[in-house]
């Protein structure tokens, strides 16, 4: 898997709390311990909050490491944990329902969460992918700012460059608790999101068997 680091002119503003240095693969920029915890600090200050109160003292250098983790799939190309595949000589649908995949709105910075299911029917040559390296691709896409329809193609567009398959299926079922804890608040309220590629979207029967896989219960 390959993990974006840094060159020597590297601020140890930069190092995050282990002292691995991550780049953004999108926009060059690094993770920055230091900024981000001053920020959390900043925000705690703006909604009246004291930083300097027992319980607080931590949360900054706290908030900052989450989001390192949370925003993970930044820092490393999701596409290579796709590298691997084997010669299983299987033309027929391959699924792993029901993916648990946790991911942020990147309107509210709050949590969207559900499953993912991800199939597809390997090319013609018949090789595959370890199915764990499909609930990998979920989780670094999914560990991004994102929106659920963004998330969901990425998936699907992944597959499609990596395993050359006649056909991708992705479906993300999601609460966003943008939704559910402020705003319109309607927790319980549940999005569909899917991506359909090659023959999965030009066959309108394999679609759907595709899908009555995926969908029931
Ligand atoms: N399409 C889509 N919309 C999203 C997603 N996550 C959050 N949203 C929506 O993004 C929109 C942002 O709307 P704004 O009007 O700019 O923000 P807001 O005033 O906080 O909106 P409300 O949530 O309606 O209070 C909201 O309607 C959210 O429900 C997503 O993954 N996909
Ligand atoms: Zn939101």
Do not use: W
Request: charge should be negative; include cysteine.
């Amino acid at each position: 898997m390959s993990v974006n680091h840094l060159d020597s002119e590297t601020d140890s503003a930069s190092i995050g709390g282990d002292g691995e240095v991550l780049r953004s693969l999108e926009s060059g920029r690094v993770f920055d311990q230091a900024r981000a915890e001053a920020a959390v600090r900043e925000l705690l200050i703006a909604v009246g909050e004291d930083p300097e109160r027992e319980g607080l003292l931590d949360t900054p250098a706290r908030v900052a490491r989450a989001y390192r983790e949370m925003f993970a799939g930044l820092y490393t190309d999701p596409d290579s944990v796709l590298d691997k595949t084997f010669d299983e000589g299987h033309q027929e649908l391959v699924l792993v329902r029901d993916i648990p995949m946790y991911s942020t709105c990147e309107h509210h910075l709050v949590s969207f969460h559900g499953v993912a299911h991800v199939g597809y029917i390997p090319g013609r040559t018949g090789r595959v992918t370890g199915l764990s390296k499909l609930a990998r691709v979920v989780d670094l896409y999914a560990k991004r700012p994102q929106v659920q329809e963004r998330l969901t193609s990425q998936i699907a567009d992944a597959l499609v460059r990596k395993l050359d398959p006649v056909g991708v299926i992705v479906v993300v079922e999601a609460e966003h608790l943008c939704m559910a804890m402020r705003g319109i608040r309607k927790p319980g309220a549940s999005t569909t999101t899917s991506a359909v590629r090659g023959l999965l979207q030009s066959n309108s029967a394999s679609r759907a068997e595709a899908l009555d896989l995926i969908l029931r219960r």
